[in-house]
């Protein structure tokens, strides 16, 4: 059975992935930093704002803003540019992603803030 598609509205969305096996996605400083380089250029290229993350070992969370239907190609972006950067210097190949990332879409002010909060208190 096909899955879904996913709702792609533009708006603000929740954002989450994690590692396949809930492994480590983020094993120094530098995957950190890596990461959010991704994800800025993303934003760039996307036109996307970032309004609140927090990077975990071993997933992400992204309080972001689209301006228009593309969080799918937004997402793209990040997940494939880093799994490519991450299995090339982990030096393994294969599913990096434990599966298609998560996103929910923010229809009220009290859950952008309850999400900011959520966001803020993860680590």
Request: charged share 25%; hydrophobic share 30%; with cysteine.
């Given at each position: 059975?096909?899955?879904?598609?996913?709702?792609?509205?533009?708006?603000?969305?929740?954002?989450?992935?994690?590692g396949v096996?809930?492994?480590?996605?983020?094993?120094?400083?530098?995957d950190y930093?890596?990461?959010?380089?991704?994800?800025?250029?993303?934003?760039?290229?996307?036109k996307v704002?970032?309004?609140?993350?927090?990077?975990?070992?071993?997933?992400?969370?992204?309080?972001?803003?689209?301006?228009?239907?593309?969080?799918?190609?937004?997402?793209?972006?990040?997940?494939?540019?880093?799994?490519?950067?991450?299995?090339?210097?982990?030096?393994?190949?294969?599913?990096?992603?434990?599966?298609?990332?998560?996103?929910?879409?923010?229809?009220?002010?009290?859950?952008?803030?309850?999400?900011?909060?959520?966001?803020?208190?993860?680590?």
């Amino acid at each position: 059975m096909p899955r879904k598609p996913r709702i792609d509205l533009a708006g603000y969305h929740h954002v989450i992935n994690r590692g396949v096996n809930r492994s480590d996605i983020f094993v120094d400083e530098y995957d950190y930093e890596t990461f959010l380089k991704i994800v800025c250029k993303a934003c760039r290229v996307y036109k996307v704002v970032l309004h609140d993350y927090c990077l975990m070992t071993n997933h992400f969370h992204l309080l972001i803003e689209t301006k228009s239907e593309n969080l799918s190609s937004f997402m793209k972006h990040i997940n494939g540019n880093y799994a490519i950067y991450a299995n090339k210097k982990q030096k393994r190949s294969g599913h990096f992603w434990q599966g298609r990332y998560y996103s929910r879409y923010i229809n009220s002010d009290e859950y952008f803030y309850t999400l900011i909060r959520y966001i803020e208190q993860n680590p």
